[in-house]
């Protein structure tokens, strides 16, 4: 199993910075992929920006050029999400994924979530 802890949301205007950090532990060696989506009230869970174990990343179309998700070198169990120029359309809760393969099996772990509200 693997455990995943969040920090770094909260309250920012709109045009603000924040980052997020999602700290993994347990099986961690079964990790092929981690990333972070959020979920708006009323609106389905959705990718906000991926990064596999190569250390390929990839954005929703609408963080493109304002959000970076990157890796702690030194952990690579550690991953964070810069979040630049933020818009009021960006206030979500944000939950951490671990993406998993262990004997052929696929399993998505996720965080508890983290609260994002920008205001305008």
């Known amino acids: 199993q693997v455990q995943l802890v969040e920090s770094g949301g909260g309250l920012v205007q709109a045009g603000g910075s924040l980052r997020l950090s999602c700290a993994a532990s347990?099986?961690?060696?079964?990790?092929?992929?981690m990333g972070w989506y959020r979920q708006a009230p009323g609106k389905q869970r959705e990718l906000v920006a991926v990064?596999?174990?190569?250390?390929?990343?990839?954005y929703a179309d609408s963080v493109k050029g304002r959000f970076t998700i990157s890796r702690d070198n030194a952990k690579n169990t550690v991953v964070y999400l810069q979040m630049n120029s933020l818009k009021p359309d960006d206030t979500a809760v944000y939950h951490c994924?671990?993406?998993?393969?262990?004997?052929?099996?696929?399993?998505?772990?996720w965080g508890q979530g983290t609260q994002v509200t920008v205001s305008s």
């Open positions: 347990g099986s961690i060696f079964s990790i092929t992929a």
């Open positions: 990064i596999t174990g190569g250390g390929s990343t990839n």
């Open positions: 994924n671990a993406h998993t393969t262990s004997a052929w099996v696929e399993y998505d772990y």
